[in-house]
């Protein structure tokens, strides 16, 4: 997981001050597309940003043990970011696959999610003849 704080390293990660956003990537991707791409632009912003490897890609852990499961993916991001650092309040940013987990949050955190992005959200076209 990569972490974008001024104050990462020197204060205290639980700081209130600024706003928590959480960037979920999609299939076949990596929190790689979020710190080379977004995260520059919001360097010293009011913004605290957590770009997370999703179970199995990027530099997360791939346990072999795991069916990598949405619950397992929210297991992992609950215990990795929402309660490792405190999250009183957050924003979901989400792409492609992410945004099934984000959702997923948004329904487990409806008074603690402040907003939630979907970027090319995983859809199902039902066509018939």
């Not at 309040?89 to 487990?108: E, P, Q």
């Not at 603690?112 to 066509?127: D, E, G, N, R, Y």
Request: hydrophobic share 45%.
């Amino acid at each position: 997981m990569f972490i974008l704080d001024d104050y990462a390293g020197n204060q205290d990660l639980g700081n209130t001050s600024k706003e928590n956003v959480i960037f979920l990537h999609g299939f076949m991707s990596s929190s790689y597309i979020w710190t080379e791409t977004i995260f520059p632009e919001l360097v010293s912003s009011k913004y605290r940003l957590f770009a997370v490897d999703l179970l199995g890609f990027g530099s997360s852990p791939k346990p072999r043990e795991c069916l990598y499961t949405l619950n397992d993916h929210l297991e992992m991001i609950e215990k990795s970011v929402i309660r490792e650092f405190d999250l009183k309040s957050f924003h979901l940013v989400a792409h492609s696959m992410g945004c099934i987990i984000a959702l997923a949050l948004a329904a487990k955190y409806p008074n603690t999610l402040k907003s939630i992005t979907l970027v090319a959200p995983v859809s199902s076209i039902i066509c018939s003849r």
